[in-house]
């Protein structure tokens, strides 16, 4: 008798751990991921936070939130809603706003929404499954990439957090 790959127990879920210049909401058990983002995850957000002048004495928050459907069922994405006390989708209007009076050089340095969203594109390894695209989606995912093409409609759904997947 041969042992069945679907008797394999699932991979051990762990929760997304706050670093030594950011704080990570805890989330409840059901919301835990996997050890291979939680680690992931860990290095982007530790390189953002000291890049973005947080220390351990002055971390930045980051908030998550439970996702629920496709790779959230399996432990393998995450949501961000929100950095330093704002929510992205409150970063994104003043990244509007500051690119309509001509002030997107500031505003790189001050945005931490614009901020989070490209260490996590520039840093990160994430998952692409074969004929999709890169699974990093957010507020400026049209007008930074990766995946510039996204719909209009996956795009309003994220226009308040970024999902990340691995
Ligand atoms: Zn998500």
Same mark, same amino acid.
Request: net charge positive; aromatic share 10%.
């Given at each position: 008798?041969?042992?069945s790959?679907?008797e394999?127990?699932?991979?051990?879920r762990?929760?997304?751990?706050?670093?030594?210049?950011?704080?990570a909401?805890?989330l409840?058990?059901?919301?835990?991921v996997?050890p291979?983002l939680? =680690?992931?995850?860990?290095?982007v957000?530790?390189?953002?936070?000291?890049e973005a002048?947080?220390t351990?004495d002055?971390?930045?928050?980051i908030?998550?939130?439970? +996702?629920v459907v496709g790779?959230h069922q399996? +432990?393998?994405?995450? =949501?961000?809603?929100?950095?330093?006390?704002?929510g992205?989708d409150?970063?994104?209007?003043d990244?509007?706003?500051a690119?309509?009076?001509?002030?997107?050089t =500031?505003?790189?340095?001050?945005?931490?929404g614009?901020?989070?969203?490209?260490?996590?594109?520039?840093?990160g390894?994430?998952s692409?499954?074969?004929?999709?695209?890169?699974q990093?989606f957010?507020?400026?995912?049209?007008?930074? +990439?990766p995946?510039?093409?996204?719909?209009?409609?996956?795009?309003f #759904?994220?226009? =308040?957090?970024i999902?990340? #997947?691995?």
């Amino acid at each position: 008798m041969s042992c069945s790959l679907a008797e394999a127990p699932a991979p051990a879920r762990v929760p997304i751990s706050s670093g030594r210049a950011y704080r990570a909401t805890p989330l409840p058990p059901g919301a835990f991921v996997t050890p291979t983002l939680a =680690d992931e995850l860990a290095r982007v957000l530790e390189r953002f936070a000291v890049e973005a002048s947080f220390t351990a004495d002055r971390p930045v928050e980051i908030l998550f939130k439970p +996702g629920v459907v496709g790779h959230h069922q399996v +432990g393998r994405a995450a =949501d961000i809603y929100a950095v330093g006390g704002r929510g992205l989708d409150a970063w994104k209007a003043d990244w509007d706003a500051a690119a309509t009076r001509g002030a997107v050089t =500031d505003e790189r340095q001050r945005n931490l929404g614009w901020r989070l969203y490209k260490a996590i594109q520039t840093y990160g390894r994430w998952s692409q499954p074969q004929g999709y695209p890169i699974q990093i989606f957010g507020p400026w995912t049209r007008s930074e +990439g990766p995946w510039r093409r996204i719909s209009d409609a996956l795009l309003f #759904a994220h226009r =308040d957090h970024i999902h990340i #997947a691995k």
